[in-house]
């Protein structure tokens, strides 16, 4: 167990639709990570947050948000919903925004949209 | 399946034997290196990692090798156990130089099956 929740575990839904995943960072870690593992194109970095504050950004499409709050969880918010945004959705921490700080992942939140 | 039912490349090694994973990164400017491992409905997992200034960095049972002249990587694990079956993913951080964030790059990931 990394210490790093994410709920829920699944999530179906229909396209168009709007989910929200939530994640809690182990104690005492700073920055949330969000990635992406989909059958075509592995595992892929979405954002990143450090203190409530956006950190680093990858190939986020705009539909996608998120957000860290003060309590240092955080959502990814996922709107107008495609087939192809089906997708185990991961979450990690780590203690700072170091680069050689160990990210540690969440369980993942496996989003299925028909 | 492992992670989403990639069509990953799978190394098949008897129980007890050595294996090597390899990996060829893409980014010349990456400073720093991880090896993940990933089981069948779980998150990645941490297993060890590598500055670019090393060369081989050791732990239980597994040893990095990272030649930089040629980007690539390597995971060994000794005496191979049936508990190490799982996807294992190599990842880099781009933006260590940078200071702007802490992303990592993962590879495509191949799939170890220990045979008992």
């Known amino acids: 167990d990394s210490g790093v929740t994410q709920t829920p575990k699944h999530l179906i839904t229909a396209t168009g639709q709007r989910v929200t995943l939530r994640c809690s960072p182990r104690?005492?870690?700073?920055?949330v990570y969000w990635y992406q593992q989909s059958l075509d194109q592995g595992l892929q970095f979405l954002i990143q947050y450090y203190n409530g504050e956006e950190r680093a950004k990858g190939n986020i499409l705009e539909r996608f948000s998120a957000q860290q709050f003060p309590d240092l969880h955080s959502e990814l918010n996922l709107s107008s919903l495609e087939l192809g945004d089906s997708a185990l959705y991961f979450c990690?921490?780590?203690?700072?925004?170091?680069?050689?700080?160990?990210?540690?992942f969440g369980p993942g939140t496996r989003l299925t949209v028909l | 399946g492992e992670s989403v039912g990639l069509h990953l490349p799978t190394l098949s090694v008897q129980e007890g034997d050595n294996s090597i994973i390899n990996c060829a990164y893409s980014?010349?400017?990456?400073?720093?290196f991880i090896w993940y491992k990933q089981e069948s409905g779980k998150g990645p997992q941490f297993i060890i990692d590598i500055r670019s200034n090393m060369d081989k960095r050791q732990g239980q049972r597994v040893t990095v090798l990272l030649n930089k002249t040629v980007k690539h990587l390597s995971l060994q694990i000794a005496a191979t156990q049936p508990g190490d079956s799982a996807v294992y993913f190599c990842a880099e951080n781009p933006l260590l130089r940078n200071n702007a964030g802490n992303m990592l790059t993962f590879g495509g990931g191949t799939r170890l099956m220990v045979k008992p």
């Open positions: 104690s005492g870690d700073l920055s």
């Open positions: 990690a921490s780590s203690k700072r925004s170091v680069g050689t700080d160990t990210q540690y």
């Open positions: 980014n010349s400017a990456s400073d720093y």
